[in-house]
């Protein structure tokens, strides 16, 4: 079954621990994501990668570090996760297309909600 | 890329037609218009995209005014399973930088 899958689904954690969340899609796609979902603010794209050893900053970067080492994995660190990255995390996929959109369909996993205490 | 302006809320009774708005009046001639919703609980799921001409798939339909500057997503039968986060976003094909952003989304309730 083509998916993405996220672990772990549900973290409580403190102050300082350094953290990863990780993300593998089994679909092949040259694009992967990672979105945080907070109350009032909608979903923000955190970083993406438009392939292997292919990284760049989205709208929230600050405090959050990935990498994409191979094509089916991107997970996302927190080296010293504080109380405001408590928050829901998504993870999402995307083949690349070189005509129209270069995103297309965008699949996403199941998310992670991450507390920080 | 442009932002998108979208109805915070709306009702619809079920096996009723629904459909929701969007207004992106700042569009460029290269941004193409997604769709996504989003379930209770869920990730989001892409539900359709178009530049220019309305589509049709099997989730849904999108029209598209002839300016560009608003598009409505068409359910055409509600079903109570239809109740999610609508999300409109403009990804510009030129895009370097290939984000998506997602604004407040409109939230459907669909009543038996």
């Known amino acids: 079954e083509a998916q993405v899958t996220q672990n772990p689904r549900y973290l409580i954690t403190v102050t300082g621990k350094k953290l990863t969340v990780t993300c593998s899609q089994n679909m092949n796609h040259e694009y992967m994501s990672w979105y945080r979902q907070d109350p009032g603010l909608g979903l923000r794209q955190i970083y993406y990668s438009m392939n292997v050893e292919v990284t760049d900053k989205g709208d929230v970067p600050e405090g959050y570090k990935v990498s994409r080492k191979e094509k089916r994995n991107f997970p996302l660190i927190l080296e010293s996760p504080s109380p405001n990255q408590t928050s829901l995390y998504f993870c999402a996929s995307s083949p690349l297309i070189r005509r129209g959109p270069r995103l297309h369909e965008q699949f996403f996993g199941p998310g992670t909600r991450l507390t920080v205490l | 890329d442009a932002k998108t302006t979208q109805p915070n809320s709306m009702e619809s009774n079920e096996e009723e037609p629904v459909h929701l708005p969007c207004n992106h009046s700042?569009?460029?001639?290269?941004?193409?218009i997604h769709w996504y919703r989003q379930l209770p609980s869920q990730g989001p799921e892409y539900v359709i995209h178009g530049l220019t001409s309305n589509v049709n798939n099997r989730m849904a339909s999108l029209a598209i005014a002839e300016d560009r500057k608003s598009s409505t997503l068409i359910l055409h039968r509600a079903t109570l399973r239809d109740a999610a986060v609508y999300y409109c976003?403009?990804?510009?094909?030129?895009?370097?930088?290939?984000?998506?952003?997602f604004g407040g989304g409109t939230r459907l309730m669909v009543k038996p």
């Open positions: 976003i403009l990804h510009s094909g030129d895009n370097a930088g290939n984000m998506l952003t």
């Open positions: 700042t569009i460029s001639g290269t941004d193409y």
